[in-house]
């Protein structure tokens, strides 16, 4: 019987690994859709801004409460993951609690293991009254209506499941080493799960090994399903906030960076040796588009960037256009990115490897042109992001389409254009008229 419960847990371990390496690679493919970019630069800061930003969650605690709380589920998702190798060790061999020959470290391990799965609770307990009764305002807004509000709901309810089968499962366990149990190893200490155990009466030993075998089945079966949920979810932030504030922007935020094929302009114009109105070569490449229309036209940081959201909305709370009730989100404009690659990727799935025009694309069909130009690029969504996300520089690329694509600039903007050209400055007055308001 042992023989076929351990094959049956090989079939559910190699199911559960085997759907999210395929997940995996979708994933890897969809951010692979955009365009190359090299981020080889200052490794050693990169290296430093993961250590302290993904692992350290020091912009987390910028907002005490939620950081406080964010830090004790991501705390209990990382150190629990020894417990789970545990188990999976056990699963394979028939064993029961492998590394008890730890001894007295041990005991500490599964304290420690259960005194934080109480805080987890506690934790998902408070987030879940954040979200739904107290409504704290950057939860409600527009583009967190439906799915998204469900989503957040659900990671919370698995965690809530995932830690109370883990304390349920300990209390089992630990009555049935108490009864001197032949194969649970007296092993582990339970300063949690020891106060449950009075829920149990005078079960049976059957029954307890059935609840304790039930638990444990449950608790694996519903971790390797919370593996593959997220891919779905907004928790994908818990595998790419480590590569995506790597791969972040280690340039000053107020660098903007400059487009190849208008330096290539710009330089032909300056060479006094250059006609300026030969014909292309029939051989030349097509010319490259300026700034962003779709997701193929974004760089791959960017598309990581989308896929890394933790849809926490700290962006939008801190957007001085959103706060006066302009229609930009940052938060938007990150899922709306996501959502508009993960159906480029889906047409591509549907046809065999190649993208058929869909006649959609990101601009227009998900974001407006009446977002984009209401940012002030302020950067204040970089800087309040968790994981370094910068929204404004997919802003920025798709007002760079708008401009120099379809010359769909505001009339506001064209005028100080203009003025600029002719006058030197953003005012439509003569540069010797300039002081007159002097004289006023």
């Given at each position: 019987?042992?023989?076929i419960s351990?094959?049956?847990?090989?079939?559910l371990?190699?199911v559960?690994?085997?759907?999210?390496?395929?997940?995996?690679?979708?994933l890897?493919?969809?951010?692979?859709?955009?365009?190359?970019?090299?981020?080889?630069?200052?490794?050693?800061?990169?290296?430093?801004?993961?250590?302290?930003?993904?692992?350290?969650?020091?912009?987390?605690v910028?907002?005490?409460?939620?950081?406080?709380?964010h830090?004790i589920?991501?705390?209990?998702?990382?150190?629990i993951?020894i417990?789970?190798f545990e188990?999976?060790?056990?699963?394979?061999?028939g064993?029961?609690?492998v590394l008890?020959?730890?001894?007295?470290?041990?005991?500490?391990?599964?304290g420690?293991f259960e005194?934080?799965?109480?805080l987890?609770?506690v934790?998902v307990v408070?987030?879940w009254i954040r979200?739904n009764?107290?409504?704290?305002k950057?939860?409600?807004?527009?583009e967190?209506?439906?799915w998204?509000?469900?989503?957040?709901n659900?990671?919370?309810?698995i965690?809530?499941?995932?830690?109370t089968l883990?304390?349920?499962?300990n209390?089992?366990d630990?009555?049935?080493?108490?009864l001197?149990?032949?194969?649970?190893?007296?092993?582990g200490a339970f300063p949690?799960?020891?106060?449950i155990?009075?829920i149990f009466?005078?079960?049976?030993?059957?029954?307890?090994?059935i609840?304790?075998?039930?638990t444990?089945w449950l608790?694996?079966a519903?971790?390797?399903?919370?593996?593959?949920?997220?891919?779905?979810?907004?928790h994908?932030?818990?595998?790419l906030?480590?590569?995506?504030?790597?791969?972040g922007?280690v340039?000053p935020?107020?660098?903007f960076?400059?487009?190849?094929?208008?330096?290539?302009?710009?330089?032909l114009?300056m060479?006094p040796?250059?006609?300026?109105?030969a014909?292309p070569?029939?051989d030349?490449?097509?010319p490259?588009?300026f700034?962003a229309?779709?997701?193929?036209d974004l760089?791959?940081v960017?598309?990581?960037?989308?896929?890394?959201?933790?849809?926490?909305?700290?962006?939008?709370?801190?957007c001085?256009?959103?706060?006066?009730?302009?229609k930009l989100?940052p938060r938007?404009?990150?899922m709306?990115?996501?959502?508009?690659?993960?159906?480029?990727?889906?047409?591509i799935?549907?046809?065999?490897?190649?993208?058929?025009?869909?006649?959609?694309?990101l601009?227009g069909d998900?974001i407006?042109s009446?977002?984009l130009?209401?940012?002030t690029?302020?950067?204040a969504?970089?800087e309040?992001?968790?994981?370094s996300?910068?929204?404004l520089?997919?802003i920025v690329?798709m007002?760079?389409y708008?401009?120099?694509?379809q010359s769909a600039?505001p009339t506001?903007?064209?005028?100080?254009?203009?003025?600029?050209?002719?006058?030197?400055?953003?005012?439509?007055?003569?540069?010797?008229?300039?002081?007159?308001?002097?004289?006023e």
């Amino acid at each position: 019987m042992d023989y076929i419960s351990n094959i049956l847990f090989a079939i559910l371990l190699l199911v559960g690994v085997g759907f999210f390496v395929k997940n995996i690679k979708r994933l890897s493919r969809n951010i692979k859709l955009g365009k190359d970019v090299k981020v080889d630069d200052n490794k050693s800061l990169r290296w430093k801004n993961m250590a302290k930003i993904a692992l350290g969650q020091t912009k987390m605690v910028v907002r005490p409460v939620a950081g406080f709380l964010h830090i004790i589920v991501y705390a209990g998702f990382i150190i629990i993951n020894i417990e789970v190798f545990e188990i999976i060790i056990d699963g394979l061999f028939g064993t029961h609690r492998v590394l008890s020959f730890l001894g007295s470290f041990y005991n500490v391990l599964i304290g420690s293991f259960e005194i934080l799965a109480l805080l987890v609770i506690v934790s998902v307990v408070i987030f879940w009254i954040r979200r739904n009764v107290i409504k704290i305002k950057r939860f409600v807004k527009p583009e967190m209506e439906g799915w998204p509000k469900n989503d957040g709901n659900l990671i919370l309810y698995i965690e809530l499941l995932l830690m109370t089968l883990f304390l349920v499962m300990n209390a089992a366990d630990y009555q049935l080493q108490l009864l001197d149990t032949p194969h649970y190893t007296k092993a582990g200490a339970f300063p949690i799960s020891q106060f449950i155990t009075s829920i149990f009466g005078d079960m049976s030993v059957s029954s307890l090994i059935i609840i304790e075998r039930a638990t444990w089945w449950l608790h694996i079966a519903g971790i390797l399903f919370f593996l593959n949920y997220l891919y779905y979810s907004k928790h994908l932030h818990i595998l790419l906030a480590f590569p995506n504030t790597y791969y972040g922007s280690v340039k000053p935020k107020g660098q903007f960076t400059n487009l190849d094929a208008v330096t290539k302009e710009v330089k032909l114009m300056m060479d006094p040796n250059a006609d300026p109105f030969a014909a292309p070569a029939e051989d030349a490449p097509i010319p490259e588009k300026f700034g962003a229309s779709d997701v193929q036209d974004l760089n791959w940081v960017q598309l990581l960037n989308a896929y890394s959201c933790t849809e926490c909305g700290r962006c939008t709370s801190s957007c001085p256009a959103n706060l006066t009730g302009k229609k930009l989100s940052p938060r938007k404009i990150m899922m709306d990115t996501r959502d508009r690659l993960e159906e480029v990727g889906k047409n591509i799935d549907a046809n065999n490897g190649v993208f058929k025009d869909d006649s959609k694309q990101l601009l227009g069909d998900y974001i407006s042109s009446e977002e984009l130009w209401a940012c002030t690029s302020c950067n204040a969504c970089v800087e309040e992001c968790p994981i370094s996300i910068d929204p404004l520089s997919i802003i920025v690329d798709m007002r760079r389409y708008l401009v120099m694509e379809q010359s769909a600039a505001p009339t506001e903007l064209n005028n100080m254009m203009s003025n600029i050209e002719n006058n030197g400055a953003p005012w439509p007055y003569n540069q010797m008229d300039r002081l007159n308001w002097v004289k006023e």
